[in-house]
């Protein structure tokens, strides 16, 4: 018999990503999706992508999630740690939502204000010791979905001492997806498409995890957001020490893992060969004139940035194979 | 040992979309892929949302497909008799070029010009009695794209005599994909995005098959192309006979297919919603005031309008479970 | 000294387009923007792309549209006739909304509910006779959108008596900025692209005033909502009579527009050619086999569909150039 | 009487936006505009929004560019020189090329290869002493897309002393427009829509010339394709010095130029707010944590970026009012 999954929060864009991935995993039963507002539609009244899916949203609360082996919360920031607290330390937990991401209480009431919930262990299975940690977990932090595209690009070049953790600059454009399923005007497909803007110039949240993920001290970010659905490219460039080669970093760090790719020299990232998928691609370079390195880092927001990296976590937290329901491919075009 | 599966004229849109479905087919074994240019090269250069699939495209001729069990045919038109020749009956052949779709010569020079080159099985599962000629052949000819969008819809209404065969308007936009994988300057993006246009109006190939398929007698098709990369979405219109209830009719037809799906009574269809998937989202409705018939239908051209179809014929073929490797749901936002 | 111009309602799309035209008109001053909840703002803080114009939004009272000479009203439906009391008959209006539009009390109710404000001249110029009823007229209504592109399609074919007034198909799509600027989550971004989908099919608001302006008696119409900002294609069939030419049709009926083009044989329009200017593209062909008129039709719907008609309206009224302030080209790619 | 205008290079986008400027110019009259390959044929076949222009290719000789009293070179990098020179001095020139940005031969040499043809006037008006020097000129050159975008937000700060022109780093997205209307598959729609790619990583061409106008010495640079047709954003980040304030810089900079627009503070630019324009939108902030100051700027590509600037150029150079002929406001959405 399977493992018996719910997911709260699913009817935003990476819980309707999830359902998805979870409705086509060979080990995980989905029993219930809950939605505060929509309790009592079908999943299809969100998510007309999942029509064949026999599944009803529920409330969110403990009744909902009664018998779940494996809960996903997929709730808005900040809402993770009430919902967490019903349910009993048997039953693992990933959370979607950046509530216990952060090691720092300081850092947390920074960039989201109000009392800080707690930390779990980061569930970026390709950093170093991360897999061993999050298989003895039963509580689990998904990172941030520009935080998994830049600590990848980023965390082996300061780790093997390439890349200068005092000078790294990072400008990431994100799918409209990564802002959620607000109904905003400024996320209007009539103001997104032809459009591109930066937001959260220098201040967005996320820093803070990549700061702590990887070591690096100084680090500037710029978000932008571009008219696509999904996919997060992210130019990381710093200063380069010590003559060290960022691909040959890159490629040792990630030579054994399946979704992390380091392209063939000269070949640089596209987002969209990672749409759909759990992949992460990589391309480095030395810019000599300036004396920097350039990493690119491409995947799909709410793949390996989210629900992906999601069901990555569970599959170890339940000692499956790690790409179980998963996919390494993209779809494209 | 799973059945060995070569492709041929694996560079395009729709070679691509087939190898990324058989890479993760649980019965289908990739041993080939030609590209007539690109032989020699890695599939990832055409196709870097497969990074991670180790295979090299070799050129396109018996050599390369020698020892598959099975052998898609993803040429150009006029392309696939030529290799079709060469491979032993024993080997089983779907075609996702037009060149065998017609069982009239004469229709077939009129849009397609040169000689036919015959009649294979009509590769749409759906129709009535399909399944059993495709399970008994051992070559199939996949639909066109618009095609398979139009006779799911219409087919059902005629034979229920609920549409009037004399009097279909059809208005169809496809994506881009669609088009192929063509350098050809009307096809960049700076020429795409932001535009739509129509192609080819009353003039367009697939209205010969969408005939034979469906018994429509008198069918005007408009064929549009939308800034997207996958998707169609056809409007058929026709005159309502013996007051009849295009939903039912639908319904009747549908009711056992697992990727046919008649949507809630007032949900229409979404192409995003059948993207990377083998689904065709169909809703319809009666127009009082003119008397007419509006079915709506939408699915992926390169899922259930190529590669998708394509693999569900090969299963049939192979009496495998129907929906082995493929999809029920799209990949949205 | 120029014609003092106010815009009520000017914060939307139409508005803000609307403002763009007046800010360059040779004879048209801008004296006052009207918004319901942004007074006090400035206007850019909803139309960034007019940065550099020095206006701020009023609230939408007699007050701020007093000392007008002209007052264009871009309000949601059914707020027109309430400011239009207001305004003495020597100011002249044009009403962008549907309130003024239809002759009918029935058809008003039928389509948009409540009580008939009345009617208005209808303000489509390149309607037999519509100039010199639009030159005397202190009061006019713009057409819909829609109801612009398919108009300038058929009108001139059911006069020629080429196309049946009897049996009239439209399928028609137009890009989201027609669907206003609301916060809605069917119109985010993350929804629109790559998406096409129908909506209120056979049941369109705008199916009233175009059989009111071209005689048709029967018409299907399904509106369609394109992935791109600007633009209607509208695809009209109609049974052939009389073995008409329906390019000499068109030809004869706006030889002399300024704006109406009527493309060389064989060239389709595209609406990216329109986008920003108020032109219509048109061209026609006859689908022997099927013996129906194929006629497609392309505008920008806040151009000639909306803000670019709304102006040369007001030119007629007031005597000037009717190009005056109004761009014959497109701005594209 | 008018100044007498020729385009030689006119099918490609630049050419086809400068021929739309010029047809609505009070000034300039429109007499030739030449493309090799489409001699003979109708403007509109490469630029079907120009409908309603009476005027057809020539092809790119003297006699077709002899009469005119200002040409401007649209053609490939490498072409103009040899059209130039067959030019009369008396005859005024704006290159939208690169032949004649670069003061240093070695530079050109080392970004394009080949000969160095010579340096002309660098035709930004917006930089000191610009404005006089292009007065004075009879051969101006355009400065490249990218380049303008950067320039006009890094130049005022390190002249100001408030960024370290030692330690640059951009990282700018095109739309596809400023690829060029070259027929190659990375460029279709299917391959662009959806996605986001770096491109000449490190290495592009434009870096020369910004570093010559700038002071630059350090800079490095990482160019996107985006998915959108016109349009770019470019972030520039430099260390901060002297704890000076790149908003004031900017605008002391740019108070009375009526083309660039230091934002409020607090609003970012979005590109579609510039489209059709000959408009820069900025905004800076400082990156406390980093010490680095931020600057993002936005153009349209073939606007400001190309032919926008062109028309600018050719304003000065013949003494009339500098925004004859432009706009500067956006069509957008």
Redesign the interface.
């Known amino acids: 018999m399977g493992v018996r999954v719910a997911v709260a929060g699913a009817s935003g ?1 990476a819980g ?1 990503e999830l359902l ?1 991935l979870l ?2 995993h060979p080990e995980f039963e989905l029993i219930a999706a809950t939605a505060h507002s929509q309790a009592g539609q ?1 999943v ?1 009244s969100a ?7 026999d599944l009803t949203f529920s409330s969110t609360d403990a009744a909902a999630l009664n018998g779940a082996d494996l809960v996903f919360l997929a709730l808005p920031h900040g809402q993770s740690a009430a919902v967490a607290a019903q349910l009993p330390q048997t039953v693992k937990v990933v959370d979607l939502g950046a509530d216990f991401r952060l090691e720092s209480a300081e850092q947390w009431t920074r960039y989201y204000g109000g009392g800080h919930a707690g930390t779990w262990t980061y569930g970026l299975p390709e950093l170093p010791g991360a897999r061993a940690a999050i298989a003895a977990s039963s509580r689990v932090a998904n990172t941030g979905c520009y935080a998994a595209t830049i600590i990848l690009a980023l965390a082996p070049l300061i780790a093997a001492g390439v890349a200068d953790p005092q000078d ?2 990072v ?1 990431a ?1 994100s ?3 990564g ?1 959620g ?1 607000n ?3 400024h ?13 959260k ?2 201040a967005h949240q996320h ?1 803070a995890e990549i700061k702590q993920a990887t070591g690096a001290a ?3 970010m ?1 978000p ?1 957001l ?6 997060i ?1 992210a ?1 990381v ?1 710093a200063k380069r020490l010590n003559g060290g080669d960022p691909r040959e970093a890159l490629q040792a760090a990630y030579a054994d893992e ?1 979704f992390i ?1 380091v ?2 020299e000269g ?11 759990n ?1 992460c ?1 990589l ?1 480095a ?8 390195i ?1 990493v ?1 880092s ?1 995947l799909d927001n709410l793949g390996k940035g989210a629900a992906g990296q999601a069901a990555q976590n569970a599959n170890i937290m339940f000692g499956l194979p790690e790409t179980a329901g998963l ?7």
Chains 1, 2, 3, 4 share one sequence.
């Open positions: 864009y309707g998805r409705a086509g079908h299809t998510h007309p992508q999942l029509t064949g899916l790294v600059v400008v454009a799918g409209t997806s802002a399923r109904a905003k005007v996320l209007l497909g009539s103001e997104i498409m032809g459009d591109l803007s930066p937001y110039v220098g820093v100084s680090l500037s710029t932008i571009a008219p696509m659905p999904r996919g490219l130019t460039t399946p790719h392209l063939p070949v640089w990232p596209h987002t969209a060969a990672t749409s759909g998928s992949s691609h391309q370079t030395v810019d000599v004139d300036s004396g920097r350039i690119v491409a996919s390494v491919f993209g779809v494209a075009p």
